[in-house]
């Protein structure tokens, strides 16, 4: 065991020790001496857990010094603990956990209200220590298996899809956070340190305690509607949309005179909704929108909850600029100082071909590029179009040379036989799509370095931003405004001259731009969040990652 080690752990021990002190006054020595008393006990009563086991852990970093309980009273620390607990909106009265803290803070009463053994003690302390570790996992961690949910991505490999997600460990853990409290004297302090402070957290926990109430309250009842509803139409299923709309508060304050009309003020309600839940807003109430309007508040509570806990496995930035990708909104967002600076429609990759959810760091741009085509799109996809209609690559104007290198030769592609490396482990060929509007990266494209080779660029398929379902890629993110992206960067970065930059764009000559003030990119997939506006937004389950998650979600 380390000095550094050793010393912490001390620190730890002392702080313990001090915070009984100055919480105990004139008390505090003999509470000493009950700590003294305890910790004996309590080494003897461990030596027979394993040593991986959270209480072994947690008195052995503790140098087993009692956190829990004093000689006459439950500790400062332990009645926080259960006014944290009771206290977590988000947490149902239902729930396990509520009703262990409940039961277990009125064991405490009986065992300190009986003058109990000193055994009955130390058994509370262990309890309420395990009370801790499942309400810290619960805060800390969330409810998704993400081991049960990494295998489940494994084995799409199977049908040939290659999805990942790469997490990120939250700040603290139940150990690190318990260590940094008995320093600080603090619990609830470091719970608050704790939350994640981007990605609008804290708005979307607020949205959760909000739709708990609203469950609570009944929530709604489903809107008996079949086919489709245009604005002007009457229908007796008008009232009952009204109040559901109401509900969520995407009816405002427009007043309606026409009780089963469909009117101007459920047309702006319903437009809204529509905005919220990524669905075509037109006002037309068809079979999407009529289903989002139907999905039991169960559903929407369940489907916040997820999202929460996927923000606390996110990458916590607190940098001053930040680009988020969120998949299933297909939304570019720039953030500048945790305001929303830029936003833009973005294409990402199919079901089949999933853009992975993962972070970096944006240090290049490039204008004009080269579309050098990966292995697998060759073999998939470009062999077959090359044996159906040998002149696709010229129509493409994309070239073949006979290896990756400087100095690699042109090959005429009707030399040779594709055939041969339709299924082989190596294409010893690169194929290069040359540089211009027809190129499949559009003008510009910017290089955040990683291991799947995704990246985000331009488009010559501008058409498909007017969709509003946009899963058409390979896995690259196509952005619609890449130029107005170009502009933002150089409005901090030295070596990206906006005026210079355009003219070169005029040309198909490649240029590299290294960034001197790079940005910290983030591709998420979040279902339900909070926008820049403060509204709640749902979005699909397009990769069907919500309900992977949600077989092996942890219950409290």
Not at 56 to 68: A, D, G, H, S
Not at 92 to 99: G, V
Not at 523 to 540: E, H, P, S
Request: one cysteine or more; proline letters at 4%.
């Amino acid at each position: 065991m380390g000095i550094k080690y050793r010393v912490k752990h001390l620190c730890i021990s002392l702080g313990l020790m001090f915070t009984f002190i100055f919480t105990q006054g004139a008390s505090a020595n003999t509470n000493l001496e009950f700590h003294e008393v305890a910790s004996t006990v309590m080494i003897n009563s461990l030596k027979t857990q394993p040593q991986n086991s959270f209480l072994k852990q947690l008195y052995t970093r503790l140098f087993f010094v009692p956190i829990w309980i004093d000689e006459d009273s439950p500790s400062s620390f332990s009645k926080e603990l259960f006014r944290l607990i009771k206290a977590d909106k988000t947490l149902e009265n239902s729930s396990k956990l509520y009703l262990d803290a409940v039961r277990l803070e009125q064991r405490a009463q009986e065992i300190y209200g009986s003058n109990g053994t000193l055994s009955q003690k130390v058994d509370l302390e262990f309890k309420i220590s395990q009370l801790y570790k499942e309400y810290a996992d619960y805060a800390l961690y969330g409810s998704i298996n993400w081991g049960a949910f990494q295998d489940r991505l494994y084995n799409l490999k199977a049908a040939d899809i290659n999805a990942a997600w790469v997490t990120y460990k939250p700040k603290f853990g139940p150990m690190s956070l318990i260590e940094n409290a008995a320093l600080s004297g603090s619990l609830s302090s470091l719970f608050t340190q704790a939350v994640p402070k981007e990605y609008r957290y804290k708005e979307l926990r607020e949205s959760l305690i909000r739709y708990l109430e609203l469950q609570k309250n009944g929530g709604w009842a489903a809107v008996p509607l079949n086919g489709v509803l245009k604005p002007g139409e009457a229908s007796d299923a008008v009232p009952l949309l009204r109040e559901r709309l109401r509900i969520t508060g995407d009816y405002g304050s427009c007043s309606s005179q026409a009780a089963n009309t469909y009117d101007a003020c459920l047309k702006e309600a319903i437009i809204h909704f529509q905005k919220r839940h990524g669905l075509d807003s037109e006002g037309v109430i068809g079979k999407e929108t009529i289903s989002a309007i139907n999905t039991p508040i169960e559903k929407r509570i369940e489907q916040i909850r997820l999202n929460l806990d996927r923000i606390k496995w996110l990458h916590e930035r607190n940098s001053k600029r930040h680009i988020m990708i969120n998949i299933p909104a297909f939304t570019l967002f720039f953030e500048e100082d945790r305001a929303l600076r830029q936003q833009m429609k973005v294409i990402t990759g199919t079901k089949k071909n999933p853009t992975p959810v993962f972070s970096n760091t944006v240090q290049t741009i490039v204008l004009n590029p080269q579309w050098n085509v990966p292995k697998s799109i060759i073999q998939k996809e470009y062999i077959p179009k090359m044996l159906r209609s040998p002149n696709v690559l010229r129509k493409e104007k994309i070239e073949v040379y006979n290896g990756w290198g400087k100095d690699a030769a042109k090959v005429n592609p009707a030399s040779v036989n594709w055939n041969a490396y339709r299924y082989s482990k190596t294409v010893p060929y690169r194929f290069a799509q040359t540089a211009g509007t027809h190129n499949a990266l559009g003008k510009v494209k910017f290089l955040f370095p990683n291991e799947f080779s995704v990246y985000m660029h331009d488009t010559p398929t501008k058409s498909l931003f007017n969709r509003n379902v946009r899963a058409f890629s390979h896995g690259c993110i196509r952005l619609s405004q890449p130029i107005a992206l170009l502009e933002t960067f150089s409005t901090f970065n030295d070596t990206v001259d906006f005026d210079k930059s355009e003219q070169r764009l005029e040309g198909v000559d490649k240029e590299f731009l290294y960034l001197t003030e790079q940005v910290p990119v983030d591709v998420v997939y979040l279902t339900a969040y909070v926008d820049y506006d403060g509204v709640l937004q749902f979005r699909n389950d397009i990769y069907g990652y919500d309900k992977m998650q949600l077989q092996s979600f942890r219950k409290w």
